[in-house]
């Protein structure tokens, strides 16, 4: 018996998860609005606060240069507030046409209400923002290859009385890591990975930790071995049918080991209801046996779910690129067996800010809106199947 890919196995939830509306733009499609927003008094207007608490680094993938980011809006005043529109510019040109526009009818797709904050009509319209509420817009804008990415953004937020600009933003806060494969072999599916898909938990994965809201998982994947479409042939309950048990996870860059944790039992695999940790899921276990490499400029490699007694670094060890780490596992708040990968800002788990980084080089043989074939540093996106070839020896 063959069985089918399942939904994402990394289920820990840190908001509501919500369609995000993707932006693409080529040379020459920018348009101008018609109309203009409504005038308003400015007091009217300053009680809209914009902010970006991290700013983003473009990055590409299948012929595209991406940014992904998040404004925060906040309603300062006393009375609701009801948006409209976002537009984006390009900081240098700003009194040129935006270069990108999410209308009315996106817009409830995008925003998140943070802080539990009501909706003014009771109809669960983000679009509502109440006195001294606060929305999350998740924003992704992608330019086709060879478009100039503009050095700094500003946006607008036009609602149905006024409008206020602010928020400028760098697109290229940091510097981009070029990394081995974490693993070897093909048909390697993405899942969970770089997109703004309504049920991409690693995306919409806001966690406040010591009054700061970060998103750690905002590039991670969860790499799942497939063959015709499935993860796993047999017993859907042994963790031995799935392809990606037992797998060999590579470094992908010389650095230093700075966390090695092991002695967390796989799971029995199972997903929604069937699920039963074998331990309780805390934020202390959540990510199962775990491996994390320095690799330098304040980035954190991490490698989560690993399988229990494989791990072959321990704290300190200095590792190159391409040497074998570990096991693929089931362990932590892993529903089957596969690695959850990531690059973050912060030594430790779910504190750091997620950062994009490029792959030497892998090849899509299976595209999910994107372009089959080999690809050069580049990130690969949610639902590619890929395949990285032969690993180095240790």
């Known amino acids: 018996m063959t069985g089918r890919v399942h939904s994402p196995s990394h289920r820990l939830r840190f908001g509501v998860v919500r369609t995000l509306f993707v932006i693409v733009f080529a040379a020459g499609s920018f348009t ?8 308003a008094p400015e007091d009217r207007a300053a009680t809209l606060k914009l902010r970006v608490p991290f700013e983003p680094t473009a990055f590409p993938s299948a012929d595209r240069t991406y940014l992904f980011y998040e ?26 046409a935006p270069i990108a ?3 009315a009818e996106q817009l409830n797709g995008i925003l998140q209400p943070f802080g539990g904050q009501p909706s003014t009509t009771g109809r669960g319209d983000n679009r509502q923002l109440a006195a001294g509420g606060t929305v999350v817009a998740f924003m992704s804008i992608a330019r086709d290859r060879g478009v100039r990415v503009p050095d700094k953004l500003v946006h607008r937020v036009v609602t149905v009385d006024f409008a206020t600009q602010g928020a400028a933003i760098g697109t290229h806060h940091t510097k981009l890591h ?7 072999g093909a048909n390697w599916l993405a899942a969970d990975g770089p997109s703004n898909d309504e049920d991409n938990h690693h995306r919409r994965g806001l966690l406040t ?26 017993d859907a309950d042994d963790k031995h049918s799935y392809y990606a048990y037992g797998k060999v996870a590579l470094a992908v860059a010389d650095g230093r080991v700075i966390t090695a944790k092991d002695g967390l039992p796989d799971n029995v ?3 929604n209801e069937k699920f039963r940790p074998a331990v309780p899921i805390t934020l202390d276990t ?12 304040g980035q954190f490699a991490y490698y989560c779910h690993l399988q229990q007694g494989s791990l072959r670094v321990k704290v300190g060890d200095r590792v190159q690129r391409g040497q074998t780490l570990a096991l693929v596992g089931a362990s932590g708040d892993a529903r089957e067996p596969h690695l959850h990968f990531e690059v973050t800002t912060d030594s430790h788990f779910a504190a750091g800010e997620g950062m994009p980084y490029l792959i030497e080089h892998y090849n899509v043989t299976v595209p999910f809106d994107g372009i089959a074939g080999l690809r050069t540093r580049e990130l690969p996106l949610n639902n590619m199947t890929v395949d990285f070839g032969k690993g180095h020896p240790d």
């Not at 925060?72 to 240098?92: K, M, Q, W």
């Not at 905002?218 to 479409?229: L, M």
């Not at 959540?286 to 400029?297: E, K, R, S, W, Y």
């Open 269 to 271: 695999p199972g997903h």
């Open 178 to 184: 070029v990394l081995g494969p974490p693993l070897e």
């Open 286 to 297: 959540v990510a199962g046996n775990t491996i994390t490499i320095d690799l330098g400029d």
């Open 101 to 103: 526009t999410i209308e």
């Open 32 to 39: 101008a609005l018609a109309g203009r927003a409504p005038t």
């Open 209 to 234: 930790l010591d009054g700061h809201v970060v998103i750690s998982r905002r590039y991670a994947i969860d790499w799942k071995q497939v063959k015709n479409g499935a993860s796993f042939s047999g």
């Open 71 to 96: 404004v925060h809006i906040s309603n300062g005043g006393d009375a609701p507030i009801t948006l409209r529109r976002i537009e984006v510019f390009d900081a240098a040109r700003a009194t040129r």
